[in-house]
Nanobody, 133 residues
């Protein structure tokens, strides 16, 4: 079972930037093919933020597209989430996750990941991001 540890959270003013890190206990090339970032604000359901598949293709929630970017450094066994132009509504606990479930597209012939939390079997403990006005 892979262990994931997030870091990099903190408090920033609106418009600022933060970079979250998620270090895996095993080489990221061996981690589940789907890796993702989710967040949960107090009183709200957990929501998807970003996905990274086995080919390092990315996908983002509409609310963060153009402001957030996720990437993977296999040499450091680490997944990153670069967050720019932060807004107060980005305030939440951020979690990284890894999952094995992939879907296959007959049309394109490729495997892809879906932002369904139940497809992700390994989760980090979370790191808090607070954005003030």
């Amino acid at each position: 079972q892979v262990r994931l540890v997030e870091s990099g959270g903190g408090s920033v003013e609106a418009g600022g930037s933060l970079t979250l890190s998620c270090e895996a206990s095993i080489p990221t090339t061996s981690v589940r093919p789907c890796m993702g970032w989710f967040r949960q604000a107090p009183g709200k359901e957990r929501e998807w933020v970003a996905l990274l598949d086995r080919s390092s293709n990315t996908n983002y929630a509409i609310s963060v597209k153009g402001r957030f970017a996720t990437s993977r450094d296999n040499a450091k066994n680490t997944l990153y989430l670069q967050m720019n132009s932060l807004k107060p509504e980005d305030t939440a606990m951020y979690y990284c996750a890894a999952g094995s479930k992939e879907y296959y597209s007959d049309d394109s012939g490729i495997y892809y990941c879906v932002a369904n939390p139940s497809d992700f079997s390994s989760w980090g403990q979370g790191t808090q991001v607070t954005v003030s006005t």
